[in-house]
């Protein structure tokens, strides 16, 4: 079987790329163990969507259909531990004439699921743009020549391709098979993810508190059964983020307690919504992006810390672009497959890549320290950006890519 492009890995990453690349006139093979159906029903994480990356949804026809499950971020506000200097950004300080991005927020959560269910959907309504297949299989091997690549699967398939794109995770399989070594940095961190219900309305403000252990983020959620809701990301050590995940199941009223302390005079009184996990933390950054017929997309191309909530933003960003100059090749009848084309590519997000990998793990990096110059040093820095409007401006456009 032959097919322009196959996307290993099935889950948002993978179909947001394969909606992207149909809606440029490519046929596309997914290869993931499951259904969609079963994606959608296991993810239960929630995901801030920027402005800038918005707009690429909003272009591919999707955003319009999440009016009623999505919730705005207005304003974030950035806390240093128990200091009562804090950094709070507000889309309404920002306006810039030259943006075609029209800013009404800094942002907005969604629920992964909610947004692969509109994907899967639009995919299935665009089947005159290009054919987008789905096999439940797992990648055995594949083989690349000068022509061609090969992908070798668990049902016996074989699936011949002009490219093949890894969106398989973090601990992307395709891409050990490909034998793309990465550079691996352990936090000894773990998210604590989790929702909350909780009395008082959240104004559409995220908060980010920087706690000893690792940063508190809160995210303004979509109202449930008629309740205000926010999605919780805490980070911190591996034994006290398991911990939290005990509590969540065991004795849900601490854990509540535990959350209110943070958030009560903002938030009112806080209960536990739905299911909780956690994640390990990791700084995963592949020693190259591309090989012959081959690119790293997602998490399988740059797994960050979630400290800024950026690294889904940083991968549609390289979505995007890839999308677009994949398109223009094939307009011009060339190989969307060669080599010099995909180092391209990496050459061109070489630069926004490597920035957010740096910003992120230095900012984890200074608020896990508790000396007490660092803290003068950190607290000082968030008053001065706080105080100055331009500084401000250039973090919440970077923020929002745009």
């Known amino acids: 079987m032959y097919t322009n492009i196959v996307i290993c890995g099935g889950a948002l990453a993978g179909m947001t790329l394969a909606l992207s690349l149909q809606s440029k006139g490519f046929n596309i093979v997914i290869i993931d163990p499951r259904e969609t159906k079963e994606v959608i029903e296991q993810d239960k994480r929630t995901t801030a969507i920027a402005a800038g990356p918005r707009r690429f949804y909003h272009d591919l026809g999707v955003w319009q259909k999440l009016n009623k499950k999505i919730e705005a971020i207005n304003s974030i506000s950035i806390l240093d531990g128990s200091s009562s200097i804090s950094l709070d950004f507000d889309y309404r300080d920002f306006t810039d004439e030259n943006s075609d991005v029209d800013i009404n927020s800094l942002g907005h959560v969604v629920e992964n699921s909610d947004l692969i269910k509109q994907i899967n959907l639009k995919i299935n309504k665009n089947k005159n743009l290009g054919q987008v297949k789905r096999f439940k299989s797992k990648v055995l091997d594949i083989k690349v020549d000068k022509f061609l690549a090969k992908v070798f699967l668990e049902n016996n398939k074989q699936i011949s391709a002009d490219l093949i794109i890894a969106a398989d995770g973090k601990n992307s399989l395709t891409r050990k098979i490909i034998g793309i070594k990465e550079n691996r940095s352990t936090y000894d961190q773990e998210a604590y993810v989790t929702q909350i219900l909780h009395e008082k309305n ?59 302390r943070h958030c009560f005079d903002w938030l009112g009184k806080i209960k536990l919504y739905g299911s909780s996990a956690v994640f390990p933390l990791e700084l995963i950054t592949p020693k190259k992006l591309v090989s012959d017929r081959f690119v790293l997309m997602g998490d399988a191309a740059h797994s960050i810390h979630p400290i800024a909530g950026q690294g889904f933003n940083l991968a549609l960003r390289g979505m995007k672009t890839f999308s677009n100059m994949c398109g223009d090749r094939a307009e011009l009848g060339l190989d969307i497959g060669s080599i010099k084309f995909l180092k391209e590519y990496e050459k061109l997000r070489k630069i926004d890549v490597l920035g957010l990998i740096n910003a992120t793990h230095g900012l984890n990096e200074l608020f896990r320290n508790s000396k007490p110059h660092v803290k003068l040093f950190r607290r000082a820095g968030l008053s001065l950006v706080d105080k100055s409007p331009i500084i401000k401006k250039a973090f919440m456009k970077y923020a929002m890519g745009i």
């Open 202 to 260: 959240h104004d559409n403000i995220a908060l980010e508190k920087f706690l000893p252990g690792g940063p508190l983020a809160v995210l303004p959620m979509k109202k449930i059964n008629n309740s205000y809701r926010s999605a919780i990301v805490w980070s911190d050590n591996r034994k006290i983020s398991r911990s939290r995940l005990a509590a969540s199941k065991s004795k849900p009223e601490e854990m509540s307690y535990e959350l209110e």
